[in-house]
């Protein structure tokens, strides 16, 4: 339902040893949210979302997913996820697609995209290829289906990578980079993907560097620097005259995008 | 060329075939599946087992089979505890303290191929695993096994044809393999040349067929490192 609350972050905290990366970022978005999530390398951005679905786990603050807390053990020797299960179903309801595409090597295309329903979700096999076939369709590369990754184009790769996500069902689809890795005519196609996924009202967060995608696509832009966020707000305010000094300093190497 | 005495020395041979098989079989069985838990052990991440693991593979791989083979055999009947247990009647057959230490031994080399097969798995692909929910068990089923083990495939393979001439050793605690009773043929006729000819050749057949079968594996295993064919299907 539009105006839900999909995903909440309060005040979220992670160091590397003495090196502290995030220092208490807070952030809701709301059903069909699209929220780009910009930043110089090294501002913390990666490692933001990795913290929300525990890839990395934070050393201090809350992540509600759908309104369900994941419950954190903060002890002396640092902090740890209460219990492992949750973590898993948790994970199950975020979709992550990683800048290396990630895809299982050894698994054709088609496996890739139904292992998660079937072995996670333990949803009848026969139901999740259907589906699986339908979502490649959507990506453009179901005639790719009984291909291995290795045979696949970055893009067609993230493509694939995206449908994997995708079959999940998830809540909220978290995207680190997925375009940094591709050359730069195969950029257009994962882009279009996920705009398309935008329009159908998917809850996303999208790490990127992609300034026209967060101009054009993204409701909300978030704009990290040193661990903190600078600013953030409608893209027609931060790429206009609202624009804090150090986003339009940052946003100055990219040249003025469309 | 006496080829009435080579071919009745090859069906003397033959008869014992069985026996070679078996003790070939159960070490590569029971050794495997030892492999596993000292593997599981090697990579827990827990110091007391990893350390075991550690000083298993170290014994096993660090002194000569044979004499392995001959403290199981010779040396286990001293100790109390299991010259009067339950175990006795068991221990005491050559049989089975030849695949004992076959299984012992090859447990060792096999934990370490496993181990290097895991230490070859992507972490993204794991990483990719754990954000669809996977965990534990199932990680390690679907996909970090599956993946070691292709990895794991070339170096198993030469272990599996080692295996199959270790239990040549066999026949040093009295059981009547292929070699024990090519030995016995050379005391009865001192014809040391036909006699041992013809049981290489019969390892040289298995281990041909033997590898023969791993390299089918391998091939119907690496469909993904090959080019892409359209219309071939998993």
Known sequence: ?258 | MDFAFLSSTMVTLIRALPTTLVLFSLSILFGGMLALLITAMRVSGIRLLSGFARAYIFVFRGSPLLIQMFLVFYGLGQFGVIRYSFLWPFLREPMVCAVLSLALCTAGYTAEIFRGGIRAVPAKEIEAARSVGMSGFLLVRRIIAPIAFRHALPAYSTEIVLMMKSTALASLVTVWEVTGVAQRLISQTYRTMEVFLCAALIYLVLNFLILQAMNLLEYSLSRHRRPFAPGLRA
């Not at chain 1, 979302?49 to 990395?56: Q, T």
Request: glycine letters at 10%; charged letters at 20%.
């Open chain 1, 1 to 258: 339902m539009p105006g839900e609350t999909r995903l909440s972050v309060r005040n979220l905290r992670k160091s590397f040893g003495t090196h502290e990366v995030l220092k208490g970022i807070s952030m809701d978005a709301q059903d069909g949210d699209v929220i780009s999530v910009l930043g110089a390398s090294g501002s913390g951005k990666s490692t933001f979302l990795r913290c929300i679905n525990l890839l990395e786990t934070p050393s201090g603050g809350e992540v509600w997913v759908d309104g369900e807390q994941i419950r954190m053990l903060h002890g002396r020797s640092g902090s740890r996820p209460a219990s492992r299960a949750q973590v898993d179903h948790i994970r199950s309801e975020l979709g992550m697609v990683f800048q290396g595409f990630n895809l299982w090597s050894h698994m054709t295309i088609l496996q890739n995209v139904i292992e998660g329903p079937v072995h996670v979700l333990k949803r009848p096999k026969a139901e999740c290829i259907a589906e699986a076939e339908e979502l490649l369709a959507k990506v453009g590369i179901a005639d790719k289906r009984h291909a291995y990754p290795a045979h696949l184009s970055g893009g067609q790769q993230q493509r694939a990578a995206i449908a994997r996500s995708l079959a999940m069902k998830p809540k909220v689809m978290l995207f680190d980079e997925p375009t940094s890795a591709l050359d730069p005519e195969l950029v257009g196609e994962v882009l279009r993907v996920m705009r398309a996924l935008a329009e159908e009202g998917m809850t996303m967060l999208v790490v990127t560097h992609e300034m026209s995608f967060a101009r054009n696509v993204s409701n909300r832009v978030v704009f990290m620097r040193d661990g903190i966020i600078d600013s953030s707000g409608a893209p027609e305010d931060m790429f206009g005259a609202g624009a804090s000094p150090a986003f339009r300093q940052f946003i100055g190497h990219f040249g003025n995008p469309q």
